[in-house]
């Protein structure tokens, strides 16, 4: 059983459109995240849930709308989609958001926009 | 500002051959510290972490870290590098009062056979 599952795990898709990316935990954790990894490799967090309830919300621009309809599961949707959103998106949970606890991460999902 | 510097893009080592990977880091207060894996196209594996107690810390697949306060230091280590080692390595860090996991920029290990 995968612990950490995204869909799509690869999305081309063209400058414009709205797209989104799906994310289930079966891990039974409290805390959800997302996270933008550059064409460098470089590591971002974007948004961050615990019981469905946004508590990190990095500077990222408003066209990325993350949604957790329920604990186990968190979206992200995202509009009008740029050139400069060309990246792999990763899911990650973690049993709750106290320090200690280290994240599981999903396979990603490499978006390209052309 | 919490923040975590890995000084060496890409490592190479031959197998056998013990392998160091460094991390150091800048937190106000106690740092929590950990080191994630990731091998092509997959997502990050979590390997270990320092939370407390002892400085060696070790964890997943034979590797260890060592906690340095005086030196805010947090490298990776292992005895005998496998081929199968080779990834690309993030050491993570985390202050007291923040709510954030801080990435470092990842150093690709490369061991030869």
């Known amino acids: 059983d995968t612990a950490v599952s995204q869909t799509p795990k690869y999305l081309v898709t063209q400058m414009g459109n709205d797209k989104s990316i799906k994310c289930e935990q079966n891990?039974?954790?409290?805390?959800m995240y997302w996270y933008k990894q550059d064409s460098k490799k470089f590591l971002k967090i974007m948004f961050s849930?615990?019981?469905?309830?946004?508590?990190i919300n990095e500077t990222v621009p408003n066209r990325f709308s993350p949604k957790s309809p329920d604990k186990a599961h968190l979206n992200l949707h995202i509009n009008s989609l740029e050139l400069g959103d060309s990246a792999v998106y990763f899911c990650?949970?973690?049993?709750?958001?106290?320090?200690?606890?280290?994240?599981?991460f999903g396979p990603g999902t490499r978006l390209t926009v052309t | 500002a919490q923040s975590v510097a890995q000084p060496e893009d890409q490592v190479n080592v031959a197998e056998g051959n013990p392998l160091t990977v460094k991390c150091t880091y800048s937190?106000?207060?106690?740092?929590?510290l950990f080191w994630y894996v990731q091998y092509p196209n997959r997502g990050l594996q979590f390997l270990l972490k320092?939370?407390?107690?002892?400085?060696l810390v070790k964890g997943s697949y034979g590797f260890e870290a060592e906690f340095n306060k005086s030196q805010t230091s947090f490298h990776l280590k292992k005895p005998s590098a496998l081929v199968s080692d080779s990834a690309l390595y993030f050491c993570?860090?985390?202050?007291?009062?923040?709510?954030?996991?801080?990435f470092g920029t990842g150093t690709r290990l490369q061991v030869f056979p």
């Open positions: 990650a949970s973690s049993q709750d958001f106290t320090l200690s606890y280290e994240q599981y």
């Open positions: 891990l039974g954790h409290d805390t």
């Open positions: 849930y615990n019981n469905k309830e946004l508590i």
């Open positions: 937190v106000s207060g106690n740092p929590y």
């Open positions: 320092y939370i407390t107690g002892d400085n």
């Open positions: 993570a860090v985390r202050g007291f009062n923040t709510d954030k996991l801080i």
